[in-house]
């Protein structure tokens, strides 16, 4: 549209009606030693291992003391939420609306929201909607018009699908969100949609090689037995389980058997989904005629930048000799 002014100063200042509503991802990130704890927009964790995603929705206050949600009959809002193949959805755990600093927890009436993930297993997809905002919470202090914002909080957890890292760089592990909401007050059908919020998950792959006398090809040792720790006194073991020529943490996988690594023909016994930290190999059965060796703390050093993660200073493949 064309907006002409025909009488001086011929400056106009046109506001917008109403600012439009946006959303955050953010994903929980345990303290490892590298980063702080807390929700950001990436983190890394071990395979099997549950974590938090956070979806932040801020519905802006009507403007200058305006009543531009007293237009709709219903506000509705639908988190709009994409995992990556590596990424499991577990379970909803919170809906939280805010407004004037007052919290309002809706989890425990499903009446106020609805969860519809008929799409998880073909797409990976699911959303979590309000269909009228105005109206869940049960306070006459509340008025939409002041603004809120929508905080869904849900577990997940990355599996065996999962994107390894063993250098630095960005990863497919990856999960975003976009908002829909209300757009037409006259029209229920149509929709405004929100830029999407995407966040990363990070986890690492750990190559091990056994060798006997020297590291030269020929010389590769199989059988050999080894257990991972998280501390230098091998009091707190890693528990591992096995599929196919890896090993995964178990961590929430109750329905996985814990088992000792074992070298294979080639030496290898690789560990697939571990999250930042330091960890510690212990061979538990050396073979015949050799010593058994010490083996230097496997330490996984991940500072975030961004979407790239850098890995600068950890050490992802090991190589550990016996000798007679």
């Known amino acids: 549209f064309l907006l002409n002014v025909p009488q001086a100063p011929y400056v106009v200042l046109v506001n917008h009606k109403v600012v439009k509503p946006y959303v955050e991802k953010e994903v929980y990130d345990d303290q490892d030693g590298t980063n702080e704890a807390g929700f950001g927009s990436s983190a890394d964790h071990a395979i099997n291992e549950e974590f938090q995603f956070k979806l932040i929705a801020t519905l802006p206050a009507s403007r200058d003391n305006g009543r531009a949600y007293d237009y709709y009959d219903e506000y509705a809002v639908l988190f709009n939420d994409t995992l990556s193949k590596g ?26 929201y609805t969860i519809d993930t008929t799409d998880l297993e073909s797409h990976n997809y699911f959303v979590v909607g309000i269909p009228d905002v105005k109206t869940c919470v049960e306070d006459p202090r509340f008025n939409l018009n002041d603004g809120a914002t929508i905080t ?68 590769e040792l199989k059988d050999v037995g080894f257990r991972l720790y998280s501390d230098a006194d091998y009091k707190n073991e890693v528990e591992l389980y096995q599929d196919g020529e890896f090993y995964y943490p178990i961590k929430n996988a109750s329905n996985k058997q814990a088992v000792e690594m074992k070298s294979a023909e080639d030496g290898t016994f690789n560990v697939k989904g571990l999250d930042a930290g330091t960890y510690y190999l212990k061979e538990t059965k050396t073979p015949a005629d050799y010593n058994p060796c010490d083996v230097p703390p496997v330490i996984i050093k991940a500072n975030h930048k961004g979407n790239q993660v850098d890995l600068n200073g950890s050490t992802l493949s090991t190589t550990i000799i016996n000798n007679k």
């Not at 065996?160 to 890292?165: G, L, M, R, W």
């Open 87 to 112: 990424i499991t959805y577990d379970r909803l755990d919170s809906v939280v609306i805010e407004s004037k600093g007052i919290p309002y927890d809706i989890t425990g009436d499903s009446s106020k």
């Open 152 to 219: 869904v909080t849900y577990t997940a957890h990355l599996n065996d699908k999962a994107a390894v890292n063993t250098t630095s760089g960005s990863t497919d592990n990856k999960n975003k969100v976009q908002l829909q909401y209300s757009n037409n007050p006259r029209n229920s059908a149509y929709w405004g949609f929100t830029p999407e919020s995407e966040v990363r998950v990070y986890t690492y792959q750990l190559n091990n090689t056994k060798y006997h006398d020297t590291a030269e090809k020929g010389n």
